[in-house]
């Protein structure tokens, strides 16, 4: 299984200055079609979890451009560029190159 | 606009199978683009994919459940389905269904794009 590692677990943020989250993979997430198959999803309190970015650095959908990721292989990097009382949760990595897909582990953003 | 309702008992008894039925409404499960999942998350812990299915009968699993799992799409309804046999214990989680648009065989990937709710599943006698 393709291991997912997150850190920092836990990051306490002020509104209005920015955040990172770093996401490592045990294995190259760099499928045969150029994309790294790394996904970025947010878990608010009592939700379910939604989608951020896809294959790296695409938006889903409705994400503001406050977000946005980067990386290639097995290094990869969420960066929320003012974060808002809104954006409080759950931060998960997830890779979809091979079966089984796997999880980081999660970091939690809580504002100052 | 799609979305996945998860239905089913909310109780099961160790040893007994659980059952859980994602029904799909504004849009179809036999769009041969999409590949129907089921992810669960342990009371304050994180998530764990079950599996997924295509809209054709085309399974992956988990290779730490696969003894256990059978997830099955029902296409003349717009459902899909988990069966988790020999539950215990440690099967207590909330248990999300979810679309993916791509991956595995297919040359694009989208993410997992839409989520249901999610619904709670306790294994307790």
């Known amino acids: 299984d393709i291991v997912m590692t997150q850190s920092p677990l836990a990051l306490p943020v002020t509104p209005g200055e920015a955040a990172s989250i770093s996401c490592r993979s045990s294995q190259s997430l760099l499928h045969g079609n150029g994309y790294n198959y790394l996904d970025w999803y947010l878990q608010k309190p009592g939700q379910s979890p939604q989608l951020l970015i896809y294959?790296?650095?695409n938006r889903a959908s409705g994400v503001p451009d406050r977000f946005s990721g980067s990386g290639s292989g097995t290094h990869f990097t969420l960066k929320i560029s003012r974060v808002e009382a809104d954006d409080v949760g759950v931060y998960y990595c997830?890779?979809?190159?091979?079966?089984?897909?796997?999880f980081g582990q999660g970091t939690r953003l809580e504002i100052k | 606009q799609l979305q996945l309702q998860e239905s089913g008992p909310g109780l099961v008894k160790p040893s007994e199978t659980l059952s859980l039925t994602c029904t799909v409404s504004g849009g179809s499960i036999s769009n041969d683009t999409f590949y129907w999942g089921w992810i669960r998350q342990p009371p304050g812990k994180g998530l764990e994919w079950i599996g997924s299915?295509?809209?054709?009968?085309?399974?992956y699993y988990n290779p730490s459940l696969k003894s256990r799992v059978t997830i099955s799409a029902e296409t003349s309804k717009n459902q899909f389905s988990l069966q988790l046999r020999s539950v215990s214990a440690a099967d207590t989680s909330i248990y999300y269904c979810?679309?993916?648009?791509?991956?595995?065989?297919?040359?694009?990937?989208?993410?997992?794009?839409?989520w249901g709710q999610g619904t709670t599943v306790t294994v307790s006698s």
């Open positions: 997830m890779q979809a190159l091979q079966t089984p897909v796997t």
């Open positions: 294959v790296g650095s």
């Open positions: 299915v295509y809209y054709s009968g085309s399974t």
């Open positions: 979810a679309k993916q648009r791509g991956g595995y065989l297919f040359s694009f990937y989208s993410g997992m794009d839409v």
